[in-house]
């Protein structure tokens, strides 16, 4: 499975972007999808996850309310809308592919996109 992520960008506080996530490849697991994110100097830390049919999503405290995860099995894509974005949303975000949705480390995740960089200035 390749995953190619897009999207992110530069935005003001309180501002708007969403991030697109597009599957290659084996793309009929019945896989859940995730968004990390590592900002400098930090670890990589769990954003969201979806379940292949959407009815199970999990957000991390930090962007519960504000950041939403869906998906279009057809398109073969997942989407992180992120809203309200504060600086310390500043990362660069990956989205990850089969692995277990409740895993919020990402050692399950074997299939990593490259990383789009999001920039929230203050």
């Known amino acids: 499975v390749q995953l190619q992520a897009s999207g992110g960008g530069l935005v003001q506080a309180g501002g708007s972007l969403r991030l697109s996530c597009a599957a290659s490849?084996?793309?009929?697991?019945?896989?859940?999808m995730s968004w990390f994110r590592q900002a400098p100097g930090k670890e990589r830390e769990f954003v969201s996850a979806?379940?292949?049919?959407?009815?199970?999503?999990y957000y991390a405290d930090s962007v519960k309310g504000r950041f939403t995860i869906s998906r279009d099995n057809a398109k073969n894509m997942v989407t992180l809308q992120m809203n309200s974005l504060k600086p310390e949303d500043t990362a660069v975000y990956y989205c990850?592919?089969?692995?277990?949705?409740?895993?919020?480390?990402?050692?399950?995740?074997?299939?990593w996109g490259q990383g789009t960089l999001v920039t929230v200035s203050s």
């Open positions: 990850a592919s089969d692995g277990s949705i409740s895993d919020r480390y990402g050692s399950t995740w074997p299939f």
């Open positions: 979806i379940s292949w049919y959407g009815t199970i999503r």
């Open positions: 490849g084996r793309t009929d697991s019945r896989n859940a």
